[in-house]
């Protein structure tokens, strides 16, 4: 079993920052691969980032690339998505979530967290 908690987020303006933050707990939780998803209202959940707790290895969706970096404290547990130059489209739930599976960017991960959510006003 892996637990995730996420914090952060809110609301702000167009074009400024946000950061969130999930902490993952477990006995297995370093074997997967951490990412976060979002979704807003009336559409399905997509994929955001992800990152391997070995190494450095990352990806991203195209829509948040060179905007969002995603990073993980290991000695804190937590993986962190730096969000900046949000736009009104970028507000959403953001899901952190945990998978053993590299590179899949459906929905369809194992683990969750509770979401938090990010407003960016216009």
């Known amino acids: 079993q892996v637990q995730l908690v996420e914090s952060g987020g809110g609301l702000v303006q167009a074009g400024g920052s946000l950061r969130l933050a999930c902490e993952a707990s477990g006995r297995t939780f370093r074997r997967y691969v951490m990412g976060w998803f979002r979704q807003a209202p009336g559409k399905e959940r997509e994929f955001v980032a992800a990152i391997m707790w070995i190494g450095s290895t990352t990806y991203y969706a195209d829509s948040v690339k060179d905007r969002y970096t995603i990073s993980r404290d290991n000695a804190k547990n937590t993986v962190y998505l730096q969000m900046n130059s949000l736009k009104p489209e970028d507000t959403a739930v953001y899901y952190c979530?945990?998978?053993?599976?590299?590179?899949?960017?459906?929905?369809?991960?194992?683990?969750w967290g509770q979401g938090k959510q990010v407003t960016v006003s216009s």
């Open positions: 979530a945990a998978d053993p599976r590299y590179g899949v960017t459906t929905p369809s991960w194992n683990y």
